[in-house]
């Protein structure tokens, strides 16, 4: 029984030894964990793309000395010994309320009668007691305050401050009325009833921002003519004035009132000036000039000859670049804009 036992114990002593040796050695949970990814460069920036463009996003190309990527990869497996509380705050709901046309008349004494308009309010208008950067747009000759809501600027206005590519504004569209056919300039003219009647009311009226600083004024054909007579006249009532295929062949202009003469000696301050036009269009012969004036005479301004002749397609097709053109002298943050004067 004893030479039993012995053996029994040498026999044990040698199975054990094979047994612990096969055995898989069982993971840890802090191996489990995967490691996180190194640092590839902050992501690429989306910008923003007109309608029929494409989004490009570029493509960068870092080159590291051995030194650098020595550093990174040490860098790499440092891992953090306490845990990281983001500070980031939630983005503030978007606004839910459209925007909107609304009509109006202003009680003309350069007329003799009512003059009407419409008006374009962003979405959310008034809610944050904020005023608005205010764009004036004219028509031309033949055309009354449709005109713009008629080629879809409220439309692309509404669109383009979905997206954020431009700031909320409002934009006034006046009807021209005889005044603006039949006279030249002074107090008791279409620049008349727009500087001392019009812009008035309409600062009277909605949250306009009522300085320079918040104001443009532009228009098409006869309208883009108006724009720049009064914006280099007076310069300092506007931070832009856009001229789209200017009629610039007022007969009756003198010196006093012509773009050609004004834009080159008035003193015009920090205006910006943007004037393009179709390449067929016939009243390009009559703007070149104002172009080559300006040029001479070292006045900054934007000079575009388009694809298109003196049309709506034309001016509907070019919406996008006049909004976001006059919208990129207003990119300030909303809060160094001033409250709103209305009740």
Known sequence: MARFRLFSLLLLGALLPAGCHGDAVLPTPAALAVAPPTAAGPPPTSHPTLAGQSAITPTVTITATASEQAAAAT??????TSPVTSSTTPDPAPCAEPGRIEHGTVDSAVAGEPMRYRVYLPPCYGMD?????????FGGNIHDDAIWDTLGLDEAAEAAIGRGDIPPLLIIMPDNGWLANTTTSGPNSYEGFVLNELIPHVEATYCAWPAADGRAVGGISRG???SLMMAFRRPDLFAGVGAHSPALIDSYAGPAEDPVVTGATNDLGNLRIWIDIGERDPYLRN????H?????AGVPHEWRINPGTHDEAYWRSNLESYLAW???GWRVDRSEIPACRQP
């Open 75 to 80: 860098s790499a497996t440092v891992m953090p």
């Open 129 to 137: 007691g904020r005023a608005y950067p205010t764009l004036y747009m």
């Open 224 to 226: 883009g003519y108006w």
């Open 287 to 290: 703007a070149q000039p104002l």
């Open 292 to 296: 080559e004036a300006l040029a001479a």
């Open 326 to 328: 006059y919208s990129d």
